[in-house]
């Protein structure tokens, strides 16, 4: 069983990019780094022992170490925090959660995966990036395994034809909004603020899933809108310097800068704007979530930064202040959308086993054509949206939010 899932997964990997954008027996395959996360894990022991059914089996894995930790971290702990909740309320429903490092690597998620599937996963909420999505969506399909994504937001997770959106997998969900959805949805908030800016400058990374994806819609749909770009900027993996950028775009009189990329550079170009005297509206979509903790980068300079997401962690609404604040006791930190959207997975997937007539002893098979019927006919209300749909390719209909940074903290902008 391992040698084929081994050989099946090499396949994949060399099929799939690496990296792309944005319990109550937890395990990981991370070292010491992560040990304080895995021990707050186990205390879903009990909640599980409390109730009268059989767990189902939930697995999951994001990066818990490297670069784009905080990611990981913050889908493992939103979804621990609902995974205890749903634990301890004692209903039909309860979850044995399994998480896996793989650091957004398609090969670790492989490895995570077979891991997963030997611990008996029957339901997953896949990976956190969309690189490692991408890897191992064709092995869930193949093993016909219910999975649902917190935060991969590539059409290539849903979609076996990820360029026409076509084929898709069928068992593959996503909570978060689709890379082209968010480009769109950022063009059609741009033009309907148009006291954000006029002149609108773009920079993004070409080289990569996520930012590619944005970047198409967005500039599709500032065409529709009669947006004015005046000037755009490509950059591939590895690059430091992003002065001859900030000078492209302030020659040019953007008062405006779409940044559909993750945080690390978008760090990085915030600094040049600030050392070329450059102060536009800089504007970016979910990869952006993370960089008020980015350690060594001063949080002054985001300041006005808006983003769309799904989630604000000030929203004064009971169930949003319920997880913050014990998000915030369990971690010691404020939630981002990612944590959320984890949250709100966990939820939903409970919320189709409770309506349908499977249990954990139920097959794979029929636990997965049982989510399936639920997930494409039923309503989901969560802190990242109320009224939540999916279509049969896996894709989610929800609201997008916009935020800004004031004071060092994510506001509402609304």
Known sequence: MKFEKFFKGGLAVAMAASLAACGSSS??????????DTAAAESASAATAATSSKPFVLGGSGPITGDAAVYGLAVMHGAQIAVDEINAAGGKVSFDFHFEDDQADGEQAVSAYNTLVDDGMQVSLLTTTSGAGQSVAPLYKEDNIFAITPSGSSTAIVYQDATNEANPYGNVFQMCFTDPNQGRASADYIA??????TKIAVIYRNDDNYSNGLYTKFMEEAEAKGLSIVYQGAFQEGTTDFSVYIQGAQSAGADLVFLPIYYQPASQILSAASNAGYAPTFFGCDGMDGILTLEGF???????????????????DEKTQSFVTKYKEAYGDTPNQFAADAYDSVYAIAQALEASDVTADSSTDDITAALIAQFTS???????GTGVTWSADGTVSKDPKAVVIKDGAYVSAE
């Open 298 to 316: 001063d949080t002054s300079l985001a300041e006005g930064l808006y983003m769309l997401t799904p989630f604000s962690a000030d929203a004064s």
């Open 378 to 384: 039923m309503t989901f209300d969560g802190i990242t």
């Open 27 to 36: 395990s990981t395959s991370s070292s010491t780094a992560a040990a304080s």
């Open 192 to 197: 309907e603020h148009s006291d954000l800016g």
